[in-house]
């Protein structure tokens, strides 16, 4: 299996090396990741009572948000119920953060991961934020 891993990284490699980024993407990945700096050096921050803000991270035109849901480890958990919950108290009201508006203008996904008390994965939902976009 290792050597099967090694192939295909090497024969993807040549591929992604030469895909270089336009110079929006750069401007984007610059802009991005000065937030991720500056975010990260407040963090871990309590959001409330049952979440942390761990970290951030970016990669391409995605702002990702690491969670910890501080009260319950990953098996306690009714997924659905949580990811319904989320998609309306998280995910509902980004459009209207009107702080927001340069990842709207931007096309900037944002990602918000969560994980367990116990650091196991639970789930992620994210918004492409150019689907704000007033016409």
């Known amino acids: 299996m290792k050597g099967y891993v090694a192939g295909v990284v090497l024969a993807v490699a040549p591929l992604v090396a030469s895909a270089g980024q336009t110079p929006f ?21 309590e959001l409330d009572e049952e979440t942390r803000l761990d970290s951030v991270t970016t990669v391409r ?18 997924v659905d119920r949580l990811e319904e919950a989320l998609a309306e ?38 918004k492409d934020m150019a689907t704000c976009r007033k016409p």
């Open 25 to 45: 993407e750069r401007e984007l990945s610059v802009a991005l990741s000065q937030s991720v700096v500056e975010m990260n050096a407040g963090l871990p921050m």
């Open 61 to 78: 035109n995605l702002m990702v948000y690491n969670n910890t849901l501080v009260n319950y480890s990953a098996d306690e958990l009714d």
């Open 89 to 126: 108290t998280v995910i509902g009201p980004l459009c209207s953060n009107a702080g927001l508006n340069t990842f709207v203008d931007l096309g900037v996904e944002m990602v918000y991961r969560y994980f367990g008390k116990d650091g196991v994965f639970v789930t992620e939902l994210s």
